[in-house]
Every structure is written in C-alpha cells, then in structure tokens.
C-alpha cells in the first residue's frame, strides 16, 4: 500500500480525535493512535491509565489489540500522537512495549511509524529504525 500524503494526514487527524477519549487522571497526557491495516481498516486507540499503573496501556496497542481481536494481523502503518491537556504536543515515538508489540505483527523493513507534533511537524520511520535487532516470531 503506498502511504500518500492524503493517507498519512487522516491518520494523524484520526489519532489526534483519540485524545479526546483517553483516561488520563494520573499522568494527564494523553496519546491517540490510528493503526492502518493491509486491507485499509482503520483501527484507533488511546491511552487508558489505571491507579495502579501496570494495567495501564498505551494507545498503540489498544489500536493493535482491537485489530487483532477482529482478526486483522497484517499492517501498514501506524500515526501516533500525544500531549497534554489532550491536545498535540511534541513529537511522542510509541515506548518499547508497544514496539515489541509491532514487532510481533509487522514486518520491521515496510511497516512505517507517522509521528506527529502541535506544529504539523511529521516524522516517518520504519520499525526497524525505532527498534533496531529487534526480537520477533522468527526467534522462536
């Protein structure tokens, strides 16, 4: 699939409109995803925190889990975005977790991470650039 400017920029609108919906009380930061699928579904996600931190998840992998749980496993891309007072902030790259969650889906060489920033700044890079070596099913 190619990634045309016009794919990219409704990605990043999509998963600006996730802020809206994160449950944020403790760190108020807010991330919004929108993860593309090979066949072109689109599935959205936001960050939902917990007072117990460790059953809190990122908005990646909410837009992964969702996919996966529909039966969809093969992806394209990915736009994340986040910040404060759900709004765009910095650039916000996905934490490690959620790239060994990609890395168990995607393949590392094509599968690109849009991130996105308050000024309309976009950054694209592939998995394998934010998670070089990384470790996959091929492992096994």
């Known amino acids: 699939m190619e990634l045309t400017d016009a794919i990219v920029r409704d990605l990043i609108d999509r998963a600006a409109g996730m802020l809206a919906k994160s449950y944020v009380p403790y760190s108020k930061f807010s991330v919004g995803a929108a993860l593309i699928a090979r066949d072109g579904r689109i599935y959205t996600g936001c960050n939902i925190e917990n007072a117990s931190f460790t059953p809190t998840i990122c908005a990646e992998r909410t837009a992964f889990f969702k996919a996966v749980s529909e039966g969809v496993t093969e992806f394209e891309a990915i736009a994340i975005v986040g910040g404060y007072d759900r709004k765009i902030g910095d650039i916000c790259p996905p ?6 969650v990609m890395m168990e889906f995607c393949d590392p060489d094509t599968f690109r991470i849009i991130l996105s920033d308050s000024l309309g700044n976009t950054v694209i890079r592939t998995l394998k650039e934010l998670l070089p070596m990384g ?6």
């Open 95 to 100: 934490c490690g977790v959620c790239r060994q």
């Open 135 to 140: 470790f996959g099913p091929e492992h096994l």
